[in-house]
């Protein structure tokens, strides 16, 4: 509702406005169905209390979206543009069937901070590296942010469609809905932004503002997070993660096979270990970091950004497992999933993407000590190692006796 510029300028402009949600099965929710279903719950209530309503369908978005459109007699189609390669064929026969309709057909920016295409470097069409994508990201002119409508007028007689079930397995503690991202955007702003440059790798910290959920499902629009941070103590790092996300929505944009193939090919010999990766999969690779990291993203949809790091690093440069056996598990369990983001990350963790230093390789065990001192983050997430203290719990093999019925490691793991 707040800073949508489709629907704020359709309900400026038009007497009438109809909201639709296609529920796409070609699109699987996944674990994400339950936090979909509570956010479109509480967008139907939202519009309801301002007098309109949530219409609902399912089946191929360009087709119900111009039945609808049909029958109540609209005269245009509004939309948010997206940047995966589904998301463009979609707009382009919205586009052409909108056409065949002689419907007005438009599209509007949103689901970043600054659209996607709009930054280009002089020679090339998008940025390929971070630190000069921020540079021209931070001083570029951003759109304002937008108030949410203060009235909707939906036309009599619609058939407003069931939402999706809101019954589900327990998943995460997390919430959807714009009300509890709108609750949880000011409560980090007021009471955790300012620590965030120093505290946001601490694995075992809540020192993250586990916004991502929301950024994914459009609970919550990035140009006003950014424009809420900007100025603040601590908002300067913070918004910069914001710029990583746009970056790598220019990135899928100009290279959308970003999902499927190295975006910078290099000659890797991938080892095809289904027990390793199902070990990896499950938590159960004898490296307590990387383990703790899986089992969060397994109990709750979500994972600490320096987990995620640690456990692609293993994943791809110890186990040598194609990042695409990472990517499709994230894409399946995490809630923040999107092909951006997931992939972007995946191929720059494996050295395929766009990081600088492609050879890097993460020492779990460095990084646990790094980044999790006191072991309260592995202890939290595998209760086997909870009896041992900090100075063996990164390294169990040192004291088997102490770690029963906890895994050797699948591959040497040393100090250095
Ligand atoms: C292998 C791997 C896969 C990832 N997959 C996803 C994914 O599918 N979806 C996703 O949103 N993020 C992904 N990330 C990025 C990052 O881990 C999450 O965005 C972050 O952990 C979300 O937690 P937060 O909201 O508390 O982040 P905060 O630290 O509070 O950051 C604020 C926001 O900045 C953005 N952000 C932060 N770090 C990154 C980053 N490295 N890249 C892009 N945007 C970032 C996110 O939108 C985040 O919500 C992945 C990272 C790795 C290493």
Redesign the pocket.
């Known amino acids: 509702m707040h800073d949508h510029p489709a629907l704020a300028e359709a309900c400026a402009r038009a007497r009438l406005v109809v909201p639709l949600f296609v529920i796409d099965p070609a699109i699987p929710a996944r674990h994400r169905q339950g936090f979909l279903a509570e956010a479109l719950d509480d967008l139907r209530s939202t519009l309801r209390d301002l007098g309109g309503d949530l219409v609902v369908r399912r089946g191929d978005p360009v087709a119900e979206a111009v039945r609808l459109a049909t029958e109540t007699r609209a005269t245009a189609i509004w939309a948010t543009s997206d940047v995966s390669s589904y998301a463009r064929r979609r707009e382009q026969r919205l586009e052409k069937a909108c056409d065949a309709q002689r419907l007005q057909f438009r599209l509007f920016p949103g689901v970043t901070v600054v659209p996607p295409g709009r930054l280009r470097p002089f020679a090339g069409d998008h940025y390929r590296v971070f630190t000069p994508y921020w540079r021209v990201w931070s001083t570029a002119p951003h759109r304002p942010v937008l108030p949410a409508p203060s009235v909707v007028h939906v036309p009599p007689g619609i058939d407003p469609g069931e939402l999706p079930g809101l019954e589900r397995k327990p998943y995460g503690n997390l919430r959807g809905g714009e009300t509890v991202a709108r609750r949880r955007l000011d409560l980090w702003l007021k009471l955790c932004l300012a620590d965030?440059d120093e505290g946001?790798d601490e694995l075992a910290e809540d020192g993250?503002?586990?916004?991502?959920p929301y950024?994914?499902f459009g609970c919550v629009s990035?140009s006003e997070v950014a424009a809420r941070a900007a100025g603040r103590p601590g908002g300067e790092a913070?918004v910069r993660?914001?710029c990583?996300?746009d970056?790598?929505y220019q990135v899928a944009l100009a290279f959308p096979e970003l999902p499927r193939r190295d975006y910078r090919p290099r000659d890797v010999d991938w080892n095809d270990d289904q027990d390793a990766a199902d070990a990896w999969r499950e938590g159960l690779t004898g490296v307590p970091i990387v383990d703790a990291g899986m089992r969060q993203l397994r109990t709750e949809g979500?994972?600490?950004?320096r987990a995620?790091?640690i456990v692609?690093s293993y994943l791809t440069k110890r186990l040598k497992i194609h990042w695409r056996v990472?990517g499709d598990h994230?894409?399946d369990l995490?809630l923040?999933?999107?092909i951006p983001?997931?992939w972007?990350?995946?191929q720059?963790?494996a050295g395929t993407g766009n990081d600088t230093r492609p050879n890097r390789v993460l020492n779990p065990v460095r990084q646990a000590t790094r980044f999790d001192p006191k072991g309260d983050y592995v202890r939290r997430y595998v209760p086997e190692l909870s009896g041992l203290p900090a100075s063996l719990v990164h390294e169990p093999w040192k004291a088997p006796a102490l770690a029963a019925g906890y895994p050797a490691p699948l591959v040497a793991v040393d100090n250095g």
């Open positions: 965030y946001h993250t503002s586990m916004l991502s950024l994914r990035p913070f993660q914001l990583w996300r970056f790598y979500w994972m600490h950004n995620r790091m692609g990472g994230f894409a995490l923040d999933a999107d983001n997931n972007g990350n995946w720059w963790v």
